[in-house]
């Protein structure tokens, strides 16, 4: 076999480190930005964050020097004025089961104990008490034996987040060492002491049992006024609160031998009940907030957004390194010449960043004015490739842009992802987006007769009579995802 030598040409696609890093950046949260960006400015000496020129004035429009002849723009973009946006949240659940009543009762309330006099101090967040921490609080308030106090804080420790006892008590005394002769009683009045000294219905072992404990604990008064309605209540907590969920009230009536008045009335008053007596004590994990990356504003009739000040990180060169190395140009600075070089393409790659995603989002204003104008209704079909070809860019790019990336809207927060969806086709030859069926979905129930709400296949029935063709599964999967019940948990009296 003979041996040769040929040359070949051959094409391939390599990233360089700086092409890595900006894909990088562009995929990360804000919030996982901001940790990217302290790791990078603890090692990167040549490179910092500012807020204000030496002077102490803005760093608007700032160009600083980077020691060899050449200006490095500060990532200062566009500022916006900070906009306020209450948003509410409806958590009314219209289910009777454990999640009939995951809503706040309306009998909760929090209070402002500073006043502008206080100001003077530094602030210090209080920490609330958990759920146990209260239990025990509470305990050491009651005039206890030490053997009823050891078995109520341990019964405590069996007591989950929302307040139930997840144990059965035969199955605690098990744990309990043999020698202390403890029996089932001492455990129940133990739980009675738990069950009298935490928020009402703490220590339940169910859901009717939990309710029963708090239309027990009402106000002697409420009780002795409503005491048809009450002892109606009791009935139902304690043996039908599965017909009552199923919305079987021909059936309850019946059972119970009361009309539409009494039954609606009973009603209200577990509505009024929380099913999650510890949910109240229930720590939020910090850190879970959103922040906006853009802001949308109306500008002589036309939506324009703009970047969130607040987010874009003010990067400059250090001043004294880069005049190091002006003035020492030898190999033996090769680390700050790399450290440089990295700093460079870190300020050029956020710039690069923040416009992207500015580019992308005034790209789907446009394509979805309407619904800014009118809601979740007129939301158009869009898909990742539509916006990419406007931009030049790749699909890629976009996904990447839109996920987990928030703008603020007179209408609320949206991630940039929620205004792209699938469509539906209509009888016209037309498309309609998912997100406007689903509003449509959840705009005619708002509107339906409580007593006879509409099916699923009445619903589609409807959008088909407007031009909409949906078929029946594809409505029950967008009302389940509205968190909507079928329509016989729908039915009230």
Same mark, same amino acid.
């Given at each position: 076999m003979k041996q040769s030598l040929q040359l070949k040409f051959s094409q391939s696609l390599a990233l360089t480190p700086q092409l890595q890093q900006s894909i990088r950046l562009l995929q990360l949260s804000s919030q996982e930005l901001n940790q990217e960006l302290e790791t990078i400015l603890q090692e990167n000496p040549l490179l910092e964050r500012t807020d204000k020129n030496d002077d102490g004035s803005d760093n608007t429009n700032e160009?600083?020097?980077?020691?060899?002849?050449?200006?490095?723009?500060?990532?200062?973009?566009?500022?916006?004025?900070?906009?306020?946006?209450?948003?509410?949240?409806?958590?009314?659940?219209?289910?009777?089961?454990?999640?009939?009543?995951?809503?706040?009762?309306?009998?909760?309330?929090?209070?402002?104990?500073?006043?502008?006099?206080?100001?003077?101090?530094?602030?210090?967040?209080?920490?609330?008490?958990?759920?146990?921490?209260?239990?025990?609080?509470?305990?050491?308030?009651?005039?206890?034996?030490?053997?009823?106090?050891?078995?109520?804080?341990?019964?405590?420790?069996?007591?989950?987040?929302?307040?139930? #006892?997840?144990?059965? %008590?035969?199955?605690?005394? &098990? @744990? !309990? +060492?043999? $020698?202390?002769?403890?029996?089932?009683?001492?455990?129940?009045?133990?739980?009675?002491?738990?069950?009298?000294?935490?928020?009402?219905?703490?220590?339940?072992?169910? #859901?009717?049992?939990? %309710?029963?404990?708090?239309? &027990? @604990? !009402? +106000?002697? $008064?409420?009780?002795?006024?409503?005491?048809?309605?009450?002892?109606?209540?009791?009935?139902?907590?304690?043996?039908?609160?599965?017909?009552?969920?199923?919305?079987?009230?021909?059936?309850?009536?019946?059972?119970?031998?009361?009309?539409?008045?009494?039954?609606?009335?009973?009603?209200?008053?577990?509505?009024?009940?929380?099913?999650?007596?510890?949910?109240?004590?229930?720590?939020?994990?910090?850190?879970?907030?959103?922040?906006?990356?853009?802001?949308?504003?109306?500008?002589?009739?036309?939506?324009?957004?703009?970047?969130?000040?607040?987010?874009?990180?003010?990067?400059?060169?250090?001043?004294?390194?880069?005049?190091?190395?002006?003035?020492?140009?030898?190999?033996?600075n090769q680390y700050l010449n790399s450290q440089m070089q990295e700093a460079k393409w870190m300020i050029k790659n956020i710039e690069q960043r923040f416009s992207t995603i500015l580019r992308v989002s005034q790209a789907i204003i446009d394509q979805q004015s309407q619904f800014f104008e009118h809601g979740e209704i007129a939301m158009r079909p869009l898909v990742l490739r539509e916006i990419a070809d406007e931009l030049g860019l790749h699909e890629s790019t976009v996904s990447r842009v839109t996920t987990r990336k928030y703008m603020l809207t007179p209408r609320g927060v949206y991630e940039l992802k929620y205004f792209f969806g699938s469509h539906v086709s209509t009888d016209t030859g037309g498309a309609c987006s998912a997100t406007a069926i689903r509003a449509l979905i959840k705009q005619m129930v708002s509107e339906e007769n409580p007593k006879k709400p509409y099916s699923d296949n009445q619903l589609t029935e409807v959008l088909s009579k407007q031009g909409i063709v949906v078929a029946r599964r594809t409505i029950a999967k967008y009302r389940e995802s509205l968190n909507i019940p079928a329509a016989n948990q729908r039915k009230s009296l």
């Open positions: 160009f600083t020097n980077d020691g060899f002849g050449t200006q490095e723009k500060v990532v200062r973009l566009s500022a916006v004025q900070k906009d306020e946006e209450n948003l509410t949240e409806n958590l009314a659940q219209d289910t009777l089961s454990e999640d009939y009543f995951g809503g706040s009762s309306s009998h909760r309330w929090e209070e402002n104990n500073y006043s502008e006099d206080d100001n003077d101090y530094a602030f210090q967040e209080a920490v609330a008490p958990n759920l146990r921490e209260h239990l025990i609080s509470q305990l050491k308030l009651i005039p206890l034996s030490e053997r009823d106090q050891t078995l109520s804080m341990f019964l405590v420790d069996a007591i989950n987040e929302d307040g139930y #006892l997840e144990q059965s %008590l035969e199955d605690l005394k &098990e @744990l !309990l +060492p043999g $020698e202390l002769e403890i029996d089932i009683l001492e455990l129940e009045t133990a739980l009675k002491h738990i069950q009298h000294s935490g928020p009402s219905g703490v220590g339940a072992r169910n #859901l009717s049992e939990c %309710l029963i404990l708090q239309l &027990e @604990l !009402l +106000p002697k $008064e409420i009780r002795e006024e409503n005491k048809s309605t009450y002892d109606l209540a009791l009935q139902i907590a304690a043996h039908h609160l599965a017909t009552l969920a199923s919305r079987d009230y021909t059936k309850l009536k019946k059972t119970l031998c009361c009309n539409d008045e009494n039954l609606r009335s009973t009603e209200r008053m577990l509505k009024h009940l929380n099913p999650r007596p510890g949910s109240d004590f229930t720590k939020l994990a910090a850190g879970h907030y959103i922040q906006h990356e853009i802001v949308l504003k109306k500008v002589k009739g036309k939506w324009l957004a703009s970047l969130n000040d607040e987010v874009v990180p003010k990067l400059r060169i250090n001043k004294l390194y880069a005049n190091i190395l002006k003035g020492n140009r030898d190999s033996s």
